[in-house]
């Protein structure tokens, strides 16, 4: 075998020393450290993004949050308000009520009095009628003078009589 | 310049098996007593650091935040590698990440580019994962001294032994520890020479049985596929026990 020939030795070991320092000092001072250079860069650089990732989300959940409270407080306030309408449209409406029922009512009251006067001057009215009725019929049947409260009297009962 | 050597059966279809681990010189140089000649072998392991170092950093070149393909290469590969040390080596693991790296990736290579046909392929050759796997041997020694002094030796006597088996166990644990860059190197160079042994045994078959070629030429297909899980694996397995024997060195046992 040609490996076993310990002429071939020599070269071999100097070219391997010459060659293989040149490519750890290729290695170690120009090729390494720029892949690792640029690694860290990408680690840092990941993890400062996660890292900002993570705040905008506590953000992001703050602000959620904060939007869902301001949600319910104007729900909250929206109903609150409703409500009040509705309790002040009640209240008008009752007292609306309340008031025509009065004004009704007053009216009805005066209706009620000038009938009643009305009926009143009405039953006066027969009344003197049927005295001057009856104290005609008196006069053309007696002739003379007729005693005028004798008549209206004599009337009243017979009125009072009939109803 | 190039020096070939004339082997038997150069020319006809069948050539040796072996043939494809020859060390071709291509530009002779000489420092004082010592050979070292660019050689077809050198030549792919500048290949290799060629290809790595352009690869990591042509495709870095834009460095975009969101990577595109090339890029999204790039950075799986450090992060595999990156991983494996983090797991196997544990705490302490981060400052030989780039040696556990560039010792993967250069593996790695050597074995991706020796599939390239004509080509050769350097981890076939026991000097190199020897020279590699003492390396790591070595390195992890020196940073288990360094770490815990002669505490160390303690590493030989695992925790709760009694000590009547200590006789016994010490020189097994000395002879397990020292048996460790031989394994390292020998099961890289065994399994690259072995595969692509294989591979240029059958692919000569295809020429010598004529029609019924096609039986090795598909045993060879399917061999390519597995040599390329084997040039990936063994990678990993070189780089995988190399942090765990630093992980021995860092924390001991």
Redesign the interface.
Known sequence: MPQFDPAVWSPQLVWLAITFVALYLLMSRVALPRIGDILEERETRIARNLEKAETLKAKVDEAVATYEQRMADARARAQETLRQARDAAADEAARRHAELGAELSRRIGEGEARIAEAQAEAAAGVRDIAVDVAAGAAQRLLGGRIDRKGVTAATEAVLAETG | MIKKRKTKGAGTAVANP?DQ???K?ILP?N?GN??????N??LL??I??AV??LF??RS?RE???VPGRWQSV??LT??FVGNMVRTNAGSGGKPY???I??LF??ILMGNMLGMIPYSFT?T?????TL??AL?VFIGTTVVAFAKHGVKFFSFFLPHGTPWYIAPVLVPIEILSYFTRPVSLSLRL?ANL?AGHTLLKVFTGFVFAMGLAGVIPLAASVALTGLEFLLAFLQAYVFAVLSCIYLHDALHMH
């Open positions: 072996l681990f020859i060390i010189t140089i420092v010592v050979d070292a000649s660019f050689t072998s050198s392991m500048v290799a650091v790595v170092t990591l950093t870095m460095r975009k935040l790039a950075e450090y992060q990440f780039p040696f790296f560039s990736m250069f350097f076939s050759h026991i000097i190199v020279a590699m390396m160079f020479t």
